[in-house]
């Protein structure tokens, strides 16, 4: 059973246009939600984190998106280019684990095509 | 380059064979974690440090894994026996006590 479910599975935009991607979870312990941005033959590098305080966080072209009631997140990122072509995955961590373990979501691979 | 290191980066072994696997975390932070990833999947958690002590394991874990962090710094991951299905990427982070995790560049394992 996912405890953080994702999607697209894959997204293609046009340079400049903006990619969104969707993410769900169930376990209201969660209270750490960081995204995390993969290339290939590269380990996760972390993007951008929010927690269920604020509804929405931005970071130059990216943003988070919050809405707690319905325990839903997405990522926006603006203004796509090629080189944000990866594989993005929304995360979730709880301090009541202490934020012993990162629960991530299946993951979207996003191309950005000229 | 101050981030996780691990090593060897690509590893390729016969069915049978044991491998081991070592991380080194970024200086200073006390925690350790496993993690294996598959083909088009997410990472899932495999097991962590605090310091030497290791204080969870994933039911993934099966006996024929096993992990150390002896002097609380690097850490080692040890598959006995080796199965096909033990091919994956193994991804070590490493953190300060409820800080983001940062993740090291995996070791590929395939297991012909």
């Known amino acids: 059973q996912q405890q953080v479910k994702q999607s697209p599975q894959s997204l293609i935009v046009q340079k400049g246009g903006i990619s969104i991607i969707n993410c769900a979870y169930e376990?209201?312990?969660?209270?750490?939600f960081p995204w995390y941005q993969q290339f290939p033959g590269k380990g996760p590098a972390l993007l951008i984190a929010?927690?269920?305080?604020?509804s929405e966080k931005k970071e130059g072209r990216f943003t988070i998106s919050f809405n707690k009631s319905a325990k839903q997140f997405s990522l926006h990122i603006m203004d796509s280019q090629p080189g944000d072509s990866a594989t993005y995955f929304c995360?979730?961590?709880?301090?009541?684990?202490?934020?012993?373990?990162?629960?991530f979501g299946p993951g979207t691979s996003l191309s950005v095509i000229p | 380059d101050t981030g996780v290191s691990q090593d060897p980066r690509h590893k390729i072994t016969k069915r049978g064979q044991n491998v081991t696997f070592r991380c080194d975390p970024i200086s200073e932070h006390n925690r350790l974690y496993w993690y294996r990833q598959t083909l088009g999947q997410g990472p899932e958690f495999l097991t962590y440090f605090q310091n030497e002590a290791q204080l969870e394991k994933s039911r993934l874990l099966s006996d024929r894994f096993s992990a150390e962090r002896p002097k609380g710094s690097f850490s080692t991951l040890e598959i006995q026996r080796t199965e096909q299905g033990d091919s994956a990427m193994y991804l070590c982070?490493?953190?300060?006590?409820?800080?983001?995790?940062?993740f090291g560049p995996g070791t590929r394992l395939l297991v012909l």
């Open positions: 376990n209201t312990a969660f209270d750490y």
């Open positions: 995360a979730a961590l709880s301090a009541a684990t202490s934020y012993d373990k990162v629960i």
């Open positions: 929010i927690r269920p305080d604020v």
């Open positions: 982070a490493s953190s300060r006590l409820g800080e983001t995790q940062y």
